[in-house]
């Protein structure tokens, strides 16, 4: 059976460095610095607005509580989330067990 690019079986992403493209095992691609900056300047940003959206009253007036710090983290989480997994879905690059199921040759 073919491998993929890296040596091995599997899903794959494909990302565009200044170096040329790189591809990168699905898991691996979760830390791929550019990724990792997008979505975490992603979940800064809408996390701060739906952070004052949500919790601005409580924030305001002081009551801050651990649930409200927890119910916060989760605010900056989702949005995080949210971008990795449309970056990793966006460049995600068939592979040879990809096309052999498809029935692609």
């Not at 900056?76 to 029935?103: K, L, N, Q």
């Amino acid at each position: 059976m073919d491998e993929a690019p890296w040596g091995g079986r599997g899903l794959a992403c494909r990302f565009e460095t200044a170096d040329g493209p790189v591809v990168k095992r699905q898991l691996a691609a979760l830390l791929h610095p550019p990724l990792v900056k997008t979505a975490a300047k992603t979940a800064l940003v809408v996390g701060v607005i739906l952070s004052l959206i949500n919790h601005g009253a409580a924030l305001l007036s002081g009551r801050i509580t651990t649930e409200l710090v927890f119910q916060m983290l989760l605010t900056f989480a989702v949005p995080y989330c949210v971008a990795t997994y449309g970056a990793i879905s966006m460049a995600r690059v068939p592979t040879p067990v990809d096309r052999s199921e498809r029935g692609d040759r």
